[in-house]
Each structure stands twice: as structure tokens, then as C-alpha cells.
């Protein structure tokens, strides 16, 4: 549980740093709206963990949950932002083949090698050079940073729903 705890952190990190990087190459600006306050994209964390899940189905199985999880979290996230909080921050409406404007063919091709660069080159170097085996030392500051990732979540629901926080 505690690998899953901190995978969902690093790789929605990670994903707030890729659409910032791909919003500096197509916008030329490093500044995207985020629904949380601080830098992460949860729907990257939640892709991320399921496809880590999935990893070892045979590779035709594999494709296709390759492109079936990443567009589902995809459009569930921008369902409920849409929903819950009246937001909504991207648009595939312009796309060919889109569904409610929230996914689209273009992209779903993306998710795809994304996410078999990410299961079968990414992932593997990452859990090598960051060694995940369990330490106390490591525990401790497992429970520090998903503090503060809850925090984030927290804060940022309390806020949006209308209270202080």
C-alpha cells in the first residue's frame, strides 16, 4: 500500500510536469489552470497505478487497457470537474471523433504510447533508482508527503464546495 501511496504522488506530479511542459511547447507560457493547489494532476497518479496493475496481461489485453484507462480517468475527471465545480479545463470539441468534448481520438493514440512508455521504460528505471523497498526512514516520509497531498485535496475541495479552508 505504501508503494501505491507513493506512486499516485510522484506520478501525479509527474503529470502536472508533463502538461506543463507540453503547455510551455504549445503555448509558450509554464502557467495552466490546476484544480489543486499545488503541483499535481491526480488523474495521471490514478491512470498511472491502474496501468500499473494491469501490467502483466498479455499484450493484446495490455492495448487495450493501454488506451481504455487513461481515456476513462480522462473523461471521468473532466465529467466530475464539469459537474461538481462548473470547471473545465480542456475541450477536444474542436477534435474529430470526440465524446463531450472531454476525450478524443487525437489523444487517445497519445495515451497509448505514453503509457507503454511509461509501464515498460519509465516505471522500471524509476522503481530501480528510487529503490522502493520499505525503511523506516522511508516510511516516515512516505506518511510526510501524503499528508501534504491530502492536504492539497482537502483544502482544495473545502475551498472549491464554498468553505474557508
Known amino acids: 500500500m505504501q508503494i501505491t501511496c507513493l506512486r499516485l504522488m510522484l506520478y501525479s506530479f509527474g503529470g502536472w510536469l508533463l502538461e506543463e511542459v507540453y503547455q510551455f511547447m504549445t503555448q509558450g507560457t509554464f502557467i495552466k489552470p490546476n484544480f489543486l493547489f499545488g503541483p499535481f494532476k491526480p488523474m495521471y497518479g490514478i491512470a498511472s497505478v491502474l496501468l500499473l ?10 492495448f487495450l487497457c493501454a488506451a481504455i484507462i487513461p481515456l476513462g480517468v480522462e473523461y471521468l475527471s473532466g465529467w ?3 459537474k461538481a465545480f462548473g470547471l473545465q479545463y480542456w475541450d477536444y470539441s474542436e477534435h474529430k471523433y470526440n465524446l463531450n468534448g472531454l476525450i478524443c481520438l487525437d489523444f487517445a493514440f497519445a495515451w497509448v504510447v505514453l503509457a507503454y512508455a511509461f509501464v515498460y521504460i519509465l516505471q522500471p528505471k524509476l522503481a530501480k533508482s528510487l529503490r522502493l523497498e520499505e525503511s523506516e526512514e522511508k516510511k516516515k516520509l512516505l506518511w510526510l508527503l501524503w499528508a501534504g497531498f491530502l492536504g492539497d485535496v482537502v483544502c482544495t475541495l473545502i475551498r ?6
Open 160 to 165: 472549491r464546495m464554498g468553505g474557508a479552508a
Open 53 to 62: 496493475a494491469v501490467k502483466s496481461l498479455s499484450k493484446g489485453s495490455f
Open 80 to 82: 466530475w470537474l464539469k
